[in-house]
């Protein structure tokens, strides 16, 4: 394997990898030390197996100083699971978490405040409903994303779910030590199952930094594949897929104090048959394993090395790897992102709803009692289920009669349905943020609803009420929530302040720009308000209210509301 950096000195990481064997030590050690918390390597090591160490701010400065837990994420390709296997996690969350489930911008699922002590227990019994936590974080590709809404008359979605299925498959680690250290028998010590001794594409140092894909068509772009590693544009002629666009470089974690780092949105690289589209994956996957940085993590992913080489270079080099030249990419602008909320038919005389949940978190707090909702519909009908990027839940294979039975049980558990549920709370996210995030600088999921009530003040008093653009809030500038390419992002800066970023699209294709920085908590909304009049008042017909920022560019905005 060759590196450019190998005259460099590697970071920490990199060290706890090759000492690793796999993935393994000293994991072994650390889970049965007697502590609460695991040692540096573990804790990197750990996320491979789709675990974070984390500790609750809130609680900060007790008696027993730090209280530890573990964040333990699921990773399902293109969001797609059972109505058992979320009861399970349910379940779990119940019995092992702090009573809540979350569904992520990736359309994975997390546990939040697992116990060292419950680790092991808990990860198997994910695998028990043929789940799996192994890559879903780490220097590995994470969880695929693809655009989720189950159109069954068109066999277009069909077919990027399976590619999402066959991405995870073929990119997913092949290291025993995930099976050895939590599928063995805890009575007999033998494996349930077995992994591979080596692994063939990652190599014993996997790669120098995460890695993320994402499936989209041109007409629903829910995946933000823009905002991917590498991301495939379904190219589709008579609902068949003939090919797809091969995106690379997006990626949107940043630090503010290091001008190196910097948002980046995906490129189109080339064109690739269906066929082609796993190896040439596993070819740009190779290629960053061995020429991206792995002495500085802060600039180790791939957008990075393309960015210092520059799109040919790379598409050259991923052509050797691959051993064929790869075709320019196709004309193919993206036109819509579907969230997938609301009623459809999907095409088979069956029907989906799509239920907007709020930041993505499962739980039953005060009058609100989402948790309960979803025990009594999963249990009773078992609907199959997919999970969508803007952390809302798609109920599958409906019949028309299950219109009022959906919503009389949502009704009585205090849960607002997607047609009760305002249009600018439906297109907002956020990240986790504090108190269990070690990353973050300031709130971002317990923020951001007290702020769609202000906003929602707003958009009425100005005649906007059912204007659709993106809001999406982080607790620090990592980008979580992929806040770089929404109308308004809202990023910690510094505690209780945020930067202001406009310009950006729903539709993903476009990065935004800072509009203001420092924004005091408070006055986030009431820096919005006169954009939006001025918005308002000087829109061209049909123009999305990112559109409008991006033509108006950040001083002529500044300018005009700051007077």
Sequence with gaps: MSDTHTTEKLSPVEGFKAQSNY????????????????????????????????????????????VFSMMLRTGIPGGKLTSAQLLAEIDLGDEVGNG?????????????????????????????????????????NRNVMCSPCPYHGDPVYDTMQQLADDLAAKLRPQTPAYYQLWLTDEATGEK??????????????YLPRKFKIGVGLPGDNSADIYSQDLGFLAIAENNQVVGYNVLVGGGFGTTPSAAKTFPAIGQPMCFVTPEQAIDVAVAVVKVQRDFGNRADRKVARMKYLIANWGLERFKQKV???????LPAPRSAPITEHNDGMGWHAQGDGKFFYGLNIENGRIKDEGDYRLKTALREILGSMAPPL????????????????????????????????????????????????????????????????????ELEKVLAELGLSDETFTTRMTGCPNGCARPYNSDVGLVGK?????????????????????????????????????????????????????????RKGAEDLQATCDA
């Excluded at 077995?194 to 140092?205: K, L, M, N």
Aim: charged share 30%; with cysteine; aromatic share 6%.
């Design 319 to 325: 052509e050797e790897y691959y051993g064929d030249a």
């Design 23 to 66: 993935l393994l030590d000293p994991i072994p050690a650390d889970l049965v030390d007697g502590t609460d918390h695991f040692g540096k390597a573990s804790i990197q090591l750990l996320k491979h197996h789709g675990t974070y160490q984390q500790d609750n701010r809130d609680e900060r400065g007790g008696p027993d100083g730090k």
């Design 494 to 550: 510094t505690k209780g302040k945020y930067t202001v970023f406009l310009g950006g699209r729903r539709e993903g294709d476009r990065l935004n720009f800072v509009y203001k920085d420092l924004v005091p908590e408070e006055e986030v909304v009431a820096t919005l308000r006169p954009v939006l009049a001025y918005f308002r008042d000087q829109r061209d017909e049909g123009e999305s209210f990112g559109d409008f920022c991006h």
């Design 192 to 205: 349930q199952l077995a992994g591979g001794e080596v692994e063939p594409i990652y190599g014993p140092t």
């Design 386 to 453: 997919r999970l969508t990027p803007h952390q809302g839940i798609i109920f599958c294979d409906l019949a028309e009669g299950d219109r009022d039975r959906i919503a009389e049980v949502l009704a009585r558990h205090g849960v607002p349905t997607t047609e009760e549920t305002s249009t600018v709370r439906r297109w907002s996210m956020a990240c986790p943020a504090l108190p269990t995030c070690g990353l973050a600088i300031t709130e971002s999921e317990r923020a951001l609803p007290g702020m769609m009530d």
């Design 100 to 140: 809540t489930v979350r569904i992520t911008t990736r359309q994975a699922l997390q546990l939040h405040g697992v116990l060292k002590k419950d680790l092991k227990h808990t990860i198997r019994r994910i695998n028990d409903v043929q789940m799996t936590t192994i890559a879903a974080c780490g220097d590995v």
